[in-house]
């Protein structure tokens, strides 16, 4: 491994574009300018400002109007701020509010004449917008209820604070990071903030009866982070919080803004020698990582109203896919005063708590309490969609309002009654709406129909773990047309209905059974079942208990058995021992064969299974990527 030092003079030989422009003015200078650039509009607005200095203060260019990012600290707002922006969405941006996965909002449609006045408004309730895009230290996050859910061993949002007033309006920390810098914290037993997927995470965790937390660094779309083996109490989380920041600001990559995450110095210079730097910097004890704590279900799970700490209830209203407005944001701000304790949460699903509420009658018979609730269901509840092609310049597809079409279809077609999935789509690479850690997830691209005509498409993903660990999904599928793609998802379902057991989340039971399988055979299920559908026949289920022991060459040969009995009614060989037939003379067949029974299958599919079954061994398809080819036709 590199030492620091060494790793950053590698990486300085050059720099980038953005830190170029980041010497040409303090960004301060642009804040204070926030009415000069406001009075004199669009043809005096300089490219360093738009590029760059502007989004210091949340403010992003697409299509003539600006896109503002509003920090919400832990994702927590009081009544009267929820009220205030509310009122500014409805003024100035059309109404609209997203709620988003860093557990604030952004509000769009802004004119640049408007942009100082809006900021204004937002900052005599308190509200920020510092920092929350380019190479600041973004949004921290925790427990949508911190504080209040009664798994919340610590409640982190005075530290979260804290943490914050180290570099929040702090000139030395705006705009200055080589890169973004996402942060959260928990302590609470259950992950309800995707806590392993940030550049710095203190992980709620127990040492020698104590409780505080392990650290967690390098997290970022793609990749969960990794322990510190370093475990710290409440107190000591801002002190050590500072030196990290202050360690990657000295010394992380100032060139290919691609690779100059803290990920990528870590991986340099190894997490070691990083919190050795760390360490050096502050006056600390250097105790190794404790026990984790963080293992548990989520509190709420299968149900969106709680009993709290303070025996009231937090009702959860569900956003589908973070679409909000100013007019509910109000709502949501009155019943909040009305019928609770004036607190709202936004969660990193992007849906909505309201806390306190003592007669739940009044609540629920609240009009933005009713205009909710249709989505209260599996698919809905905890879906994520980020900003597509309507309102982000990097979306591929339209992904919102998508997810939204989606969850309404599988809601329709496969009814729930217990059970969690949660369905992430990201309309890019870029992955804000955190597809990688999805149960299944869906990354935004662009593919081609069975015409050959260029569609809105998705690569589709299984096996995220979030819960008791961190781990990023599979890809199943590359490049799946979106209105081919709900039919493969339709079967996952279908099949998770199937064998299920009472209250399994999707993702143990992808742990528990999909996990017997190669991700090949998952993906030659969900293939083949959008392929009789399309053609009018019945369904084709995996067997309840699988006896192909992830062994790829077996598993083709046992579905091609099966699929051979499931349309003909009869065994496909006298007798079979793995991949051996025990017959001398070994019944033969055509590719065509499945045409003279099913007039409607397609000859695709009468080939596969022709290769799946082959009795010669050597001519039977060894892998799934063979099979899927065939079925292509």
């Known amino acids: 491994m590199l030492s620091l030092q060494k790793a950053k003079e590698q990486r300085s030989k050059k720099i980038n574009k953005i830190e170029a422009i980041k010497e040409l003015k303090n960004p301060m200078e642009v804040y204070k300018s926030l009415d000069d650039i406001a009075n004199a509009g669009w043809d005096a607005l300089s490219k360093e400002d738009s590029a760059f200095f502007l989004k210091c203060f949340g403010y992003f260019i697409k299509d003539g109007d600006f896109m503002l990012r509003v920090r919400i600290p832990g994702g927590q707002l009081n009544h009267e701020r929820a009220k205030v922006i509310g009122e500014v969405a409805k003024e100035f941006g059309n109404d609209y509010i997203d709620l988003t996965t860093r557990m604030q909002v952004e509000l769009r449609y802004i004119k640049i004449e408007d942009i100082a006045t809006v900021i204004k408004r937002l900052d005599s ?9 380019v190479d600041n230290l973004r949004n921290i996050v925790c427990d949508p209820l911190d504080g209040y859910a009664h798994d919340n061993i610590i409640k982190t949002y005075p530290t979260l604070l804290k943490m914050q007033d180290l570099f929040l309006k702090q000139e030395s920390y705006i705009g200055t990071l080589p890169r973004k810098f996402n942060t959260a914290i928990l302590g609470s037993l259950s992950n309800s903030c995707n806590i392993y997927g940030h550049d710095c995470s203190f992980v709620l965790a127990q040492k020698d009866g104590l409780w505080g937390f392990n650290i967690y660094l390098g997290g970022k779309v793609g990749e969960q982070s990794i322990c510190a083996d370093s475990f710290v109490l409440e107190d000591e989380v801002s002190i050590i919080y500072k030196a ?9 990559y100032r060139d290919n803004r691609n690779k100059n995450r803290l990920f990528f110095l870590l991986q340099d210079v190894g997490i070691k020698n990083f919190m050795d730097e760390v360490y050096s910097r502050c006056d600390i004890e250097d105790r190794s990582a404790g026990v984790l704590m963080v293992n548990s279900k989520p509190i709420n799970n299968l149900s969106n109203k709680i009993l709290t700490k303070d025996g009231k209830f937090a009702y959860k209203l569900i956003v589908p896919s973070g679409i909000f407005s100013g007019t509910d944001m109000i709502a949501a701000s009155k019943v909040a005063k009305e019928f609770g304790n004036g607190e709202l949460r936004i969660s990193y699903d992007q849906n909505l708590w309201i806390l306190g509420v003592e007669d739940s009658k009044e609540f629920t018979n609240s009009e933005i309490y009713k205009k909710y609730q249709p989505f209260n269901n599996i698919y809905f509840n905890d879906m994520i969609a980020c900003a597509g092609t309507a309102t982000c310049s990097f979306g591929v597809i339209p992904n919102k309002p998508d997810a939204i079409e989606m969850s309404h ?27 990688g850690i999805a149960d299944i997830g869906l990354e935004g691209c662009k593919a081609k129909d069975e015409e050959g005509n260029r569609v809105d498409g998705v690569h589709l993903l299984i096996g995220g773990k979030i819960t008791t660990k961190a781990k990023e999904g599979f890809f199943i599928h590359k490049a799946l047309p979106i209105t081919e793609a709900k039919y493969h998802i339709k079967h996952l379902i279908l099949l998770y209905r199937e064998y299920k057991l009472k209250n399994e ?44 022991y992830k062994y790829e060459e077996l598993e083709i040969f046992v579905f091609g058995l099966q699929l051979y ?53 050597q001519k039977r398809a060894k892998v799934f990527t063979e099979v899927l080819e065939i079925l292509k036709g």
């Open 565 to 617: 009995k499931f349309f003909s009614g009869k065994s496909r060989f006298e007798g079979v021992n793995g991949l051996e037939i025990i017959e001398q003379k070994p019944k033969k067949i055509k590719e065509d064969w499945l045409l003279e029974i099913e007039s409607k299958a397609p000859l695709s599919l009468s080939k596969a299974i022709y290769y799946m079954t082959h009795e010669d061994r």
């Open 505 to 548: 989340s999707f993702e143990e039971f992808e742990s528990r059974y999909l996990s017997q399988f190669t991700k090949g055979a998952i993906s030659f299920f969900t293939k083949i079942n959008y392929l009789l559908e399309k053609h009018s026949l019945k369904s084709f289920i995996l067997p309840k208990e699988p006896q192909s």
């Open 244 to 252: 990290i920041i202050d360690t990657f600001k000295e010394y992380g």
């Open 409 to 435: 279809y599988l809601n329709r077609e496969v009814k729930l009654e217990d059970g969690k999935v949660r369905i992430n789509w990201s309309a890019c690479p870029k992955g804000c709406g955190v597809h």
């Open 125 to 133: 309730v308190g509200v920020s917008t510092f920092q929350t895009g």
